[in-house]
């Protein structure tokens, strides 16, 4: 796989998930636009994180099926009539259908993911994983950071309308860069979907990648969806750029990830999620002093979001690679469980993020992410212990 094609999927990658992220630094703006509290619009990122665990579920699957070129095409011109649907609506129901539908459809990343990793030999496959991550990393953080500063220049509506051209634009690129590849299996669509459910019952290693993602991701989300009514609260009483900024001080996890891979590429998948649970309960502490306002707290906010995401981030690189290595067959079909359920542990923690925070305020998010980490930790304490005690038995004998 050539240099440019690598950038190239890594854009797209990047287009496609700042869709879901930079509402997460505007949702104060559309509440007062639109008149309703910040709890309620906060729960736009929730129904575009509950529509993308539905679009990875139904629709990443056709990654085996289809070529992807038309494929990739058709997903990112939806995603683009759904964004100026978003732009355009005037009301918060309109606005949840639309950003559902957003979700739905920008779907690009986990059809991305697997393709370059078919494109290269095992030994490249952590780092090229990374790369793609690093695209997605660098949407994620360079949304949040633009729309949060355009939101509050030109009005909420702005970053809409602006993903829309954009995911427009990458769709016409694409159709005229793509190679043609050529589907993994000629299943029928039910059957792409029954064998995805039947890979999440044979394969215990997917089964803890899932579960490995799930929860780091939904303590990345509900820290996320917190922080942004913390930053616009009475604490801190700063605008939305605010929150855009504090995201874009993250871009270290760029680099981190591609670190990742290289690693996992050398020591195996566990001993980095290992580390990153770790760090993950390292940063709700850090992330617990933010409560405290001020600069204290600002720096509290950046240094544990910063350890946060990469993280969280690194882990995903890590169980990336290991469900991509047990069948390369089915690969789309892999990635569509694993993200299926990382989605619904993120739109989980969303959730819970802003029901905590409104009853008991930044402490009580800060613990839930412990509590979410914890379980993730725990389980891989018992796989680990597991493994040992079935290697001590194999020696003996």
Do not use: K
Request: overall charge positive; aromatic content about 6%.
């Amino acid at each position: 796989m050539s240099r440019r094609l690598v950038l190239l999927l890594a854009l797209a990658c990047g287009v496609a998930v700042g869709n879901l992220y930079f509402p997460q630094a505007v949702s104060p703006l559309v509440a007062t636009g639109l008149g309703v509290s910040p709890e309620s619009a906060a729960l736009v990122i929730t129904a575009a994180q509950l529509g993308y665990a539905a679009g990875i579920f139904f629709l990443v699957p056709l990654g085996d099926r289809l070529p992807h070129r038309p494929l990739l095409v058709t997903l990112l011109v939806l995603t683009g009539l759904g964004l100026l649907a978003a732009g355009c609506a005037q009301g918060l129901s309109p606005l949840f259908g639309a950003s559902a539908l957003v979700g739905l459809t920008t779907v690009v990343a986990p059809i991305v993911a697997p393709l370059a990793a078919g494109l290269v030999p095992a030994e490249q496959r952590g780092a090229v994983t990374g790369a793609m991550l690093s695209g997605s990393i660098g949407g994620m953080l360079l949304s949040r950071a633009l729309g949060g500063g355009l939101a509050e220049w030109l009005g909420w509506r702005a970053p809409y309308l602006l993903s829309a051209a954009l995911a427009l634009l990458l769709a016409l690129i694409l159709g005229l860069a793509l190679p043609t590849t050529t589907p993994a299996t000629r299943e029928r669509y039910p059957a792409l979907l029954a064998h995805t459910l039947r890979l999440l019952r044979t394969e215990p290693a997917l089964r803890r990648s899932c579960l490995y993602q799930a929860t780091m991701f939904g303590a990345f989300t509900a820290v996320w969806t917190s922080v942004a009514l913390l930053l616009t609260g009475p604490a801190y009483a700063l605008g939305a750029q605010a929150v855009g900024a504090l995201a874009l001080v993250n871009a270290a996890t760029m680099a981190a990830t591609p670190l990742a891979g290289r690693r996992t590429d050398r020591h195996g998948p566990d001993r980095v999620n290992l580390t990153c649970f770790l760090a993950a309960l390292t940063a709700a502490a850090i992330l617990a002093l933010g409560a405290l306002g001020g600069v204290t707290g600002l720096a509290a906010l950046v240094l544990g979001t910063l350890v946060l995401d990469v993280a969280m981030q690194s882990g995903m690189v890590a169980n990336q690679v290991r469900i991509f290595a047990l069948r390369p067959d089915a690969r789309s079909r892999l990635n569509t469980a694993y993200m299926t359920c990382a989605f619904l542990g993120g739109t989980l923690g969303s959730w819970a993020g802003a029901t905590v925070y409104a009853r008991l305020g930044w402490s009580g998010v800060c613990a839930l992410v412990a509590v979410l980490v914890g379980i993730g930790l725990l389980r891989h304490l018992v796989f680990a212990s597991r493994t040992r005690r079935r290697a001590a038995v194999t020696v003996e004998r």
